[in-house]
């Protein structure tokens, strides 16, 4: 027995969050990779319109990623094949220069929206690239802010949704692991998933695999932060990891 596996149009959103008083009181920490080609968590001051990815129509690769339900409350789903090896040669020689207009990030972004479905949002920001040499790691964080900046219009916005895409080089550690999130069951894919001994009994660690994804929901239907989503990357043990934050947003008066 395996993750759910599904196809992209067979995946059921649930938006019905059961908030936990105990999970609220979890302490927010947002802490920036220890070597990032991109700062997304510095951006906010200056995000606006300037800040924003469109979505114009254009013809994209076909998407052949097939997909695992991690956990259904909150909603984290495992994406095989998101991106091709072309795609992300082509993103690893242009590193920090993700300009809004190239092609491949507007195939991307285009991707990304037709994934997320009828979920509300009011688009992406821009894609960052980050990257970890060894034994560097991301400390246990939120994607969500505690208290979610203000744009030009005077709407309050907050990151509604993540995906990380891992784009090489498959170290050896570099995990993204979930602590709150319920454990792979034991017949699940070694190659993939491996599970986090805490005294909880909760925690999934989702492996480096190149070309695959993590989504995940990071805020409940009221737009408050769901602390169930916490997650960090474990130590590089050897080796170099490349990954992409391709963050939604969501707007409100």
């Known amino acids: 027995m395996q993750f759910a596996e599904v196809k992209p149009s067979d995946i059921a959103i649930n938006h019905h969050y059961l908030q936990s008083q105990e999970m609220n009181k979890i302490f927010q920490q947002v802490l920036v990779p220890l070597t990032a080609l ?3 968590l510095q951006s906010w001051g200056i995000w ?26 909150p909603l984290a789903v495992y994406i095989n094949g998101f991106m091709s090896k072309s795609e992300i040669a082509y993103l690893r020689n242009l590193l920090t220069h993700l300009a809004r207009d190239d092609p491949m990030v507007e195939c991307i972004i285009k991707r990304s929206t037709d994934f997320v479905g009828f979920i509300p949002h009011d ?23 505690q208290s979610p900046p203000k744009i030009a219009s005077g709407l309050t916005c907050n990151r509604a949704a993540s995906f990380f895409v891992y ?14 999130l319920y454990p792979a069951p034991p017949d699940a894919d070694p190659k993939k998933f491996s599970n ?34 916490q997650h960090s990357a474990l130590p590089i043990r050897s080796g170099t990891k490349y990954g992409m934050n391709i963050l939604l947003k969501r707007c409100w008066e």
């Open 196 to 229: 986090i001994n805490s005294d909880d009994g909760l925690g999934v660690a989702v492996k480096p695999i190149t070309g695959n994804a993590m989504f995940w929901m990071n805020l409940y239907s009221n737009n408050t932060g769901d602390p169930r989503v």
């Open 38 to 40: 991109t700062t997304p």
């Open 123 to 145: 688009g992406f920001e821009a894609l960052q690239v980050v990257r970890y040499f060894e034994n560097e790691r991301h400390d246990p964080h939120f994607d969500w802010f």
């Open 167 to 180: 784009l090489g080089d498959e170290p050896e550690g570099g995990e993204t692991c979930f602590h709150y």
């Open 48 to 73: 606006g319109s300037a800040n924003q990815v469109s979505t114009p129509e254009m013809v994209c690769g076909a998407a052949n990623y097939t997909t695992e339900i991690v956990s259904l409350d």
